[in-house]
Structure formats: C-alpha cells, structure tokens
C-alpha cells in the first residue's frame, strides 16, 4: 500500500470509549505505516537519510572544531562529542517539528476518508519522526561508544527528561505550524527564521559555559539550549549550567501546543467529521 486507500469508509454507530480508543489506535498506526512507506519515497537512499542527515551534519562541525578552533575543551571533552550532545537533542525537537509542519500536503490527501481527522496526520507524523529520531540518536552514541569515543554516560536516568521535554516541545510547535500554515504563508515563513534561530543558539558547538555572559543571555532565550545544557549536565562529569530549567521549554511547549489544538479545533470543527466503527484492513 503505497497510500492510505486501506483506510475505508463504514457505517456510522454510536461507539463506546474504549471502541474509540481501539479505532484510534488503529487508524494512527495505519497513518504511521504509510508515513514509513512515503516519507522519503523520492530519495535513493530512503530511510538512511534520516541517519544520514545528522551524521553529515556531526562531520561537518567536527571537522572545524577539530582543526579550526581547538582539539579539546575546558572540561576534557572531544569536539566530537560536545557536537553530538549538541545536535542529537536539537535534531530530536527540530526534526519532529518541522515534519509535522509540512503535513499540510499529506493531510489534504488524507482526510478524504471519513475516519482520518486532521490531527491524526499530524499526530501519527509526530509519532513517526520522534521514534525515528530517537532511533538515530541511539545508534549514534552506541558507535561512538563501542568506538571509544565517547564514555557511558553520567546519569543515563537524568538524560530522559530533557529528551522528554524537547519532544513535547516537537509536538507542540508541530501541532501550532501544521495548523497555522495552510492559513497564510507568514507562518511558514515565521517557522523557517525560528528554526534558524534555534539551529545557532542551541549551544551545539559550544558548552555554554565558554560563552561570554552576554551571549548567554542571548542564548537563554532559546528554549532548547535549555534542555541541551540540562543534558550535557546528565551525560558529563564535572559540567553543569546554574543559569537553565527544563520550566522555560516546557511554557513554551505548552503555549503553542494548546494555541495549535484551539486553532485546529476553530478550523475543523464545522467539518462535522464523523468517527467511523472500524476500518477495513
């Protein structure tokens, strides 16, 4: 199935909470699997660019860290590693949000079968980046580990709520963007130059201890550097950054995140979609 064809009208009924739940479930985990099947459909390499795109990235700043600027930090940390934990948690909160910022194209064709609803494109996209992100992340730090460059980490517990926190993040810009998108070209516009942003005062070439004072004001705006500090403190000895919270991204989260379900909810509702009793398999 090379579309969501599968996915087929049924007679409506009324369904009880638990049936919904079970509907949901199945109608997600259909929307996830044609994801999978079309998300990079066009590309030769198919799914080995989603690992290929932070690796290229990794390189890339190793290479001018290594041989521009300096071979080891002020905590005795290789280059290399202050990059991953850098940009394998930027990329886990950048990735999932501008995945499920695109959807627009992939809802439009989506959401002419009467069990699939808006949100459900957006959410089983958020659902898909997010396990695979969190796939490339891990098969990242398990080679640099097996390789001896990097050592286990610190605090492996301490390293979830920060992970956590940046996928909520994910979700609820995603959810914001995807919704706001189709409204005017501004709000795409707006995510590109955010993400820019972002990209450069995540801190991920630089601790934020080596920063001037007045350029981590600057970063502290970014709620993501906060949770890329929050991190490296979990995975280092001897590292920490007094001047972050997981509070800041998880407001910022949560702001745009219900901003998003308010918007879809004026958007939708006078669809007067109806939730169907199964779907045809």
């Not at 590292?239 to 919270?245: A, I, L, P, R, T």
Request: proline letters at 6%.
């Amino acid at each position: 199935m090379a579309n969501a064809d599968h996915i087929e009208p049924s007679l409506d009924r009324p369904v009880g909470f638990l049936a919904a739940l079970q509907i949901q479930d199945i109608i997600l985990g259909k929307l996830i699997l044609h994801g999978i099947r079309t998300r990079f459909e066009r590309s030769r390499l198919g799914y080995a660019q989603a690992l290929l795109d932070p690796c290229v990235h990794l390189l890339v700043w190793w290479v001018l860290m290594t041989f521009i600027k300096e071979r080891q930090s002020r905590f005795g940390m290789a280059p290399i590693l202050v990059i991953t934990t850098g940009l394998v948690p930027m990329f886990l909160f950048r990735n999932t949000s501008k995945y499920m910022a695109s959807s627009n194209a992939a809802m439009k064709r989506l959401i002419r079968h009467p069990q699939v609803r808006p949100l459900d494109v957006v959410f089983a996209r958020f659902i898909l980046e997010a396990l695979t992100m969190i796939t490339v992340g891990l098969i990242i730090f398990i080679t640099m580990i097996l390789l001896g460059q990097a050592p286990l980490p610190r605090d492996p517990l301490a390293l979830f709520p920060p992970l956590a926190t940046l996928l909520f993040m994910g979700l609820g810009f995603g959810t914001f963007f995807a919704v706001a998108a189709p409204i005017s070209s501004f709000f795409p516009a707006c995510f590109t130059i955010f993400m820019r942003f972002i990209y450069f005062t995540s801190g991920i070439f630089v601790l934020g201890n080596h920063v001037p004072l007045f350029v981590m004001r600057w970063f502290l705006w970014n709620p993501v550097f906060h949770c890329v500090e929050i991190f490296r403190a979990a995975y280092f000895y001897n590292f920490s950054n007094n001047y972050v919270s997981l509070w800041y991204p998880l407001c910022w989260a949560s702001g745009f995140l219900l901003l998003g379900l308010a918007l879809a909810r004026i958007r939708y509702s006078g669809r007067g979609r109806k939730q169907s009793t199964r779907v045809i398999a």
